[in-house]
């Protein structure tokens, strides 16, 4: 197979992947925090990192994947400012922070199955490790923290070319998101432990040195990677925001406990934003999609997959419903013309697959270029030299690292019936009629638009259908 090559954010280059130990890769994506539901920008990290981990799996490694829970500790800026995003969520449903917890724990795990994302080794609770994250405190207090009085924080000048992983970004400088405590010696220094303030009321806390409180954010993740992974492991990945401030700290902690210039990880990994029209998707505005909005509007988990998987994961990707509609129409005639080939059985062909499969090596040997893979794949169905068989047989290796299900799924699964479908038999027979002016005239991608809207609206229009319906209801 092809060598693997990956970009480094640490080095700001791409390196050939060495892992440390072939039989057993070991990799740590920052997991959600589990106040609220996945928005449809968290959920591309983990596609990234689920065709990560299938490449380097179909490549003939093992692997252990940990992706941690956060359910204590994040604060809601990224820095030290505001309240622990937990028990705001909590407060504000008047609901038991576990319970919170538990109930959008479960809600991302279901999203991750929708999307076929494989699960990963174990999915560590940031509150089932609070004594490591302790004793992991009381291991550098001495040297690299400083005591104020709501609580213990990381001295930044400490420790070897703080901030290194952020660099020099055209997003704007880290310190830009870090608001002023008083008493911080440096702007840049970060809680390792916050103590509860004289009357203040959390559900989560616990005793410490530094007083009954809660965890930094920052901490679990030094601790839990190095629980699972070791003190030196292969990847760390996690979304683009993490590079400016989360990312250096856990290095800086890494640092601190190691007593090295060791990150703690050979290769730090980041996918980028996924953006409207307003800016990078988030959860501030209190506006945001998550991935059941989709499936409400009639739109398969997979076609958002597929969606993400036509943008190189380093790339920003603008979400659009139009650029949804495009995505599940492709997946729809994807998953039509494997139908159609099961259906011609065991034709001989006179040309081999195998250079389908070398070319699909390439790309995603060349840092996970899906983009450059996918057009790999229409070729194969389409080349009418390899048998059937073999073009399915190839398509395994396709379908194991893009985890399209293109093998399993059928044209009913993607029949997704959007909530609120509005069906006018009227208005369908107006839409049909632009529909065919659009074609004798060649504008197929007019044509195209009107059928993914009627798709939208319920509406699967059937070109080719023996019986001559122009449509059916989708129920």
């Known amino acids: 197979m092809t060598p693997l090559t990956l970009y480094n954010s640490l080095t700001r280059s791409l390196e050939l992947f060495q892992p440390a130990d072939p039989e057993n890769v070991r990799i740590y994506s920052c997991g959600p925090t589990v106040y609220h539901y996945a928005h449809l920008g968290n959920l591309r990290a983990y596609l990234f990192t689920d065709t990560l981990g299938r490449v380097l799996t179909w490549k003939g490694h093992g692997l252990t994947h940990i992706i941690n829970i956060t359910d204590v500790g994040h604060l809601t800026s990224d820095a030290d400012a505001g309240d622990d995003k937990m028990e705001a969520a909590a407060k504000a449903s008047g609901k038991d922070i576990w319970a919170v917890a538990e109930y959008y724990t479960q809600a991302f795990k279901a999203n991750l199955k929708d999307l076929n994302v494989r699960d990963p080794s174990r999915f560590p609770l940031a509150t089932d490790h609070v004594d490591g994250m302790i004793a992991f405190g009381e291991a550098i207090a001495e040297k690299h923290c400083y005591r104020l009085s709501d609580g213990l924080y990381f001295d930044t000048s400490t420790v070897p070319d703080y901030g290194r992983l952020a660099g020099t970004r ?120 998550i991935l059941p909005a989709l499936v409400e509007r009639g739109f398969h988990p997979l076609a958002y997959r597929l969606m993400c998987l036509q943008a190189h994961y380093r790339s920003e990707l603008e979400f659009s419903w139009y650029n949804l509609a495009a995505a599940q129409t492709r997946l729809k005639r994807l998953v039509q013309t494997v139908a159609a080939l099961r259906a011609r059985g065991e034709a001989k062909g006179a040309a081999s697959a195998a250079p389908y499969t070398e070319r699909l090596d390439a790309a ?19 080349d009418k030299r390899v048998s059937p068989a073999d073009r399915l047989a190839a398509l395994a290796d396709f379908d194991a690292v893009l985890g399209l299900g293109l093998l399993t799924l059928s044209r009913e699964d993607l029949r997704v019936r959007p909530k609120a479908a509005g069906i006018d038999e009227a208005g369908i027979a107006e839409r049909l009629s632009d529909r065919r002016d659009a074609r004798a005239a060649k504008d197929f991608p007019r044509s195209d638009a009107i059928r993914d809207e009627l798709a939208t609206l319920g509406v699967e229009v059937m070109d080719g259908d023996p019986l001559g319906w122009d449509w059916k209801v989708v129920l």
Not at 185 to 192: C, E, T, V
Not at 364 to 382: F, G, H, I, M, Q
């Open 170 to 289: 055209d997003d704007g400088p880290a310190e830009g998101r870090i608001q002023s405590v008083a008493g911080k010696r440096n702007a840049a220094d970060f809680a390792i432990w916050r103590t509860s303030a004289p009357g203040e009321n959390r559900q989560m806390e616990w005793d410490s040195p530094w007083g009954r409180g809660a965890p930094g954010w920052h901490l679990e993740c030094s601790v839990m990677s190095r629980q699972y992974l070791g003190a030196h492991f292969d990847i760390h990945t996690g979304g683009i925001d993490h590079r400016e401030i989360h990312h250096p700290n856990e290095i800086a902690q890494n640092q601190a406990y190691s007593g090295s210039a060791d990150s703690g990880a050979t290769l730090w990994m980041h996918n980028n934003f996924l953006v409207d029209r307003g800016g990078k998707m988030s959860k501030s505005t209190g506006e945001f999609l």
């Open 364 to 382: 995603l040997s060349d840092d996970l270029n899906t983009p450059r893979a996918l057009p790999v794949l229409d070729e194969l169905l389409a």
